[in-house]
């Protein structure tokens, strides 16, 4: 600090200064700080304030009692910055000693509250003479009675008082019409964010009614983006719509000329054609070549160990290795039975055994029989078959000691299960003993005896007794349908038809009654005969659906899409664009959202 005092430029003060700067003199500040020097000016400093006192302001007056100091001058300064008014003393002793008046008087000057400065000319200089150290100061008077100073200041205060009361009041009116405005259009914001969300929320509705859970499962997420506040109770419609997320699309497999999918079992394909075939891991795409003819399924039952047959040979894969078994017998049926792989073979002599392909034992069914068809049991080591004599077809079931015949027939077709077998058979036409034939499928309820005709089927299904029903069916006419089971008293129950045009049929889950049908060109999974999704498959007719519980392969012929069970939720509702992509959305999707 220099012997004199230097004029500085006044600071930029902003707004949120000022108030900054009435807080602090609301709590730590006061009216009037007077600034004088103790040589000659001690007297009417402390005249001054007792005027002041009487008037009732609140005034800061430097007594001496501290010694000078860092602490001292940090205080003054702290009292100058926060006083509205700065009475000076100009006196000889304040002119040949400037260094501390000078501080508190730039303290003053420069400000946040910027402080009035009244400067006060005592004898024996002239008033209205300003000497050369307190040019900066824009206003002086002469030293007056007590009286007169501390009406002036008084008066100083009420002008900065009002100043300060419309200023505060243009503030308040500014703030609340900034309020206000903000409030209207945080409004119009609020309720086009709703608008928004509600016709996603409509969108989403659209989706779901037609089975396309998976965009309306993106357009939930839409609606909750545009309008956050709808998140609580969107959030629950949107764990509603992922419910159904019974599948979302996986890999694309390209098929050479003469390969098909011929069957899944778990996370894996077999992709088999005229010479070779190959397991493809669903999950990472990783396959394995496989040297053998004519493979036609595959069976996995314990995790890691896969059965793949082909002709004259079982291919057994697991973690570790790859190996073959011959088979000298041919492969009627295969299947998991009890938790183990198993499969009922044919001999040369026409004999039936069922085959334990873990420890390679053996077991006879059925004696030597012109047999026409056979398969397992599914849920018990044992099978049915049929075997024909004449113009009698005869169905029998391993170990029950009984059989049921059907007369007239010339050929016949077993398959579902031994509860309840499904019989297609072909009969003479009354008149041509030699042809033409009438084809009859009749579902033969074993325990009961009751039989039950049924349409031309292309596909059959046997299902569990808990679910309710029998079987469930894709007829040649292109009709879905579920069979109920046979009531005791009642005996009869019709077909229920829940599709029409289908192509192709395969089922998912046979507890939840969960089927899988390509339905002019769209994927459409059912629960109970109820669409639960819809997804276009992009492939061109004729295609054929092959479906595991975990996997569902769409074999177009030259290239296949592969659809995947979801396996986890969501602990939270993800973004759009997650969903987007996880779904493998495309644009004709989107647009089916357009309004």
């Known amino acids: 600090m220099g012997d004199e005092l230097d004029s500085e430029a006044e600071p930029q003060v902003t707004w949120w200064r000022r108030l900054f700067a009435l807080v602090g003199q609301l709590f730590v500040g006061h009216d009037v700080f007077i600034s004088y020097s103790r040589t000659d000016a001690s007297e009417l400093a402390r005249s001054l304030h007792v005027a002041l006192v009487a008037r009732k302001l609140t005034v800061f007056l430097d007594d001496g009692k501290l010694e000078a100091g860092a602490a001292l001058s940090s205080r003054l300064e702290r009292a100058a910055r926060f006083s509205s008014v700065c009475a000076v003393f100009v006196t000889r002793g304040a002119i040949e000693h400037p260094t501390w008046i000078g501080t508190e008087v730039r303290a003053a000057t420069t400000s946040w509250l910027r402080s009035a400065i009244v400067a006060i000319v005592a004898p024996p200089l002239i008033c209205g003479r300003v000497p050369p150290p307190f040019e900066s100061l824009n206003r002086f008077r002469g030293l007056d009675t007590r009286s007169a100073l501390a009406d002036e200041i008084v008066t100083t205060l009420r002008r900065r008082r009002l100043r300060r009361r419309r200023v505060f009041a243009l503030a308040v009116t500014l703030s609340a019409i900034g309020l206000l405005i903000h409030a209207l259009q945080a409004r119009a914001a609020t309720s086009s964010r709703a608008l928004v969300a509600s016709e996603w929320t ?22 909750i983006e545009a309008d956050p506040s709808t998140r609580e109770h969107l959030t629950r419609t949107y764990d509603g719509y992922r419910a159904h997320r019974l599948a979302v699309p996986g890999i694309e497999l390209a098929l050479a000329g003469d390969e098909r999918v011929v069957a899944v079992a778990g996370q894996h394909a077999l992709i088999a054609g005229e010479r070779a075939a190959r ?7 990783a396959a394995t070549a496989l040297e053998c003819q004519a493979g036609d399924r595959i069976v996995e039952c314990e995790p890691g160990r ?47 055994w069922l085959l334990d392909l873990q420890t390679h034992q053996r077991k006879r069914v059925f004696a030597s029989r012109n047999w026409v068809s056979a398969g397992l049991c599914r849920d018990e080591h044992r099978a049915f078959g049929a075997w024909i004599e004449g113009d009698r077809v005869t169905l029998e079931l391993d170990g029950a000691g009984e059989s049921r015949v059907f007369t007239g027939a010339l050929t016949a077709t077993v398959m579902g299960s031994c509860r309840r077998p499904l019989v297609a058979y072909s009969a003479e036409t009354e008149g041509a003993p030699l042809g033409p034939s009438t084809e009859h499928w009749t579902l033969l309820d074993w325990p009961l005896d009751v039989r039950r005709a049924l349409p031309a089927i292309q596909t059959w299904y046997a299902l569990p007794d808990g679910s309710g029903y029998a079987g469930v069916y894709l007829a040649r006419s292109g009709d879905v349908a579920l069979v109920p089971l046979v009531d005791a008293i009642v005996r009869q129950f019709a077909p229920s038809v829940v599709a029409v045009g289908a192509t192709s049929l395969a089922l998912l889950d046979p507890d939840k009654v969960l089927t899988v049908s390509l339905e002019g060109g769209d994927l459409v999974i059912r629960d109970r005969g109820v669409v639960a999704m819809r997804r276009p498959t992009g492939m061109d007719a004729p295609a054929r659906v092959v479906a ?39 644009d004709r999707d989107l647009r089916e959202l357009q309004p």
């Open 202 to 223: 409509a969108r989403a509705e659209r989706s779901a009614s037609s089975g396309r859970f998976d965009l309306a499962e993106y357009a939930i997420t839409k609606a």
């Open 306 to 352: 896969r059965y793949v047959f082909c002709q004259g040979v079982v291919v057994t894969l697991d973690q570790r290795r790859v190996s073959e078994t011959s088979l000298d017998e041919s492969v009627v049926d295969a299947s998991c039975v009890a938790g183990r792989a198993v499969a009922l073979v044919e001999d040369d002599h026409r004999q039936m």
């Open 279 to 285: 397991l493809l891991d669903l999950a990472t795409g």
């Open 548 to 586: 595991s519980y975990d996997v569902i392969v769409v074999d177009g012929g030259t290239s296949a899409r592969v659809w995947r069970r979801p396996t986890t939720s969501a602990d939270v509702t993800p973004s759009s664009k997650s969903v987007e992509r996880e779904l493998a959305l495309t």
